[in-house]
């Protein structure tokens, strides 16, 4: 069983549109988490951390069930410039990062 | 924010060669370094952590005498694939954390692009 699981898509979107994505991790001792950023070829980068409590930044709205052990994002209004790979990443405690394979979106004018 | 860099971006090489790749924290010290690889379509693997003046600390399946790693000081950690072979074509990334910020944030450097013929 992956450490990090996402369906790998793609997610084909038009532009505007909604689109959630889903992470579930297998360590309950899990500390922190991220959603990261990738685009085609390059490093990835970091799109927001994750908390308990929910947090928003801008159009990206990221949410943690540590209970259930699963993480969203939600950007809304989906612009062109969104269509990349969404790592979801966990840091389990022992300061490396643990990647999920990715989520690609392709969002379509 | 923080950069990291790596040298070279990209690299082509004969099986059987080494091959050097350089990771340099640009603006911050840089206490740990970490050792990624990316294979197409897959996520990112840990390697190898590597801590300033200490021997690297090796993932399970990652073999410490083929992947060579210094960390001589606190800007600059090394990456030597040694007899380098085609399996090891991949996507190598190294990302950095250090004194000052989030100690649980990593900066990440562009990556270098190995292909071996």
């Known amino acids: 069983r992956k450490e990090v699981e996402q369906d790998p898509g793609p997610f084909n979107v038009p532009e505007g549109a909604t689109v959630a994505f889903n992470c579930t991790y297998s360590?309950?001792?899990?500390?922190?988490f991220f959603w990261y950023r990738q685009d085609c070829r390059k490093e990835p980068k970091l799109l927001m951390s994750v908390y308990s409590s929910g947090n928003e930044d801008g159009r990206f709205t990221a949410q943690l069930n540590r209970a259930s052990q699963y993480i969203s994002l939600l950007i809304r209004d989906s612009k062109l410039s969104d269509s990349a790979t969404y790592l979801c990443v966990v840091n389990e405690g022992r300061r490396a990062l643990t990647f999920g394979s990715g989520t690609r979106l392709q969002v379509q004018p | 924010g923080a950069v990291v860099s790596q040298h070279p971006s990209w690299v082509i090489c004969k099986s059987g060669t080494s091959v050097k790749i350089e990771c340099r924290s640009l603006d911050f010290q840089a206490t740990t370094m970490f050792w990624y690889r990316q294979f197409p379509k897959q996520s990112l693997m840990l390697m190898a952590t590597s801590n300033e003046g200490s021997k690297a600390t090796y993932e399970q399946g990652v073999e410490k005498d083929k992947f060579l790693i210094n960390h001589a000081s606190l800007t600059l950690s090394t990456l030597t694939v040694t007899s380098a072979h085609p399996e090891d074509s991949s996507f190598y990334i190294c990302?950095?954390?250090?004194?000052?910020?989030?100690?649980?944030?990593?900066?990440f450097g562009p990556g270098t692009r190995l292909t071996v013929l």
């Open positions: 990302s950095a954390s250090g004194r000052g910020g989030r100690t649980d944030t990593q900066y």
């Open positions: 360590n309950s001792a899990s500390q922190s």
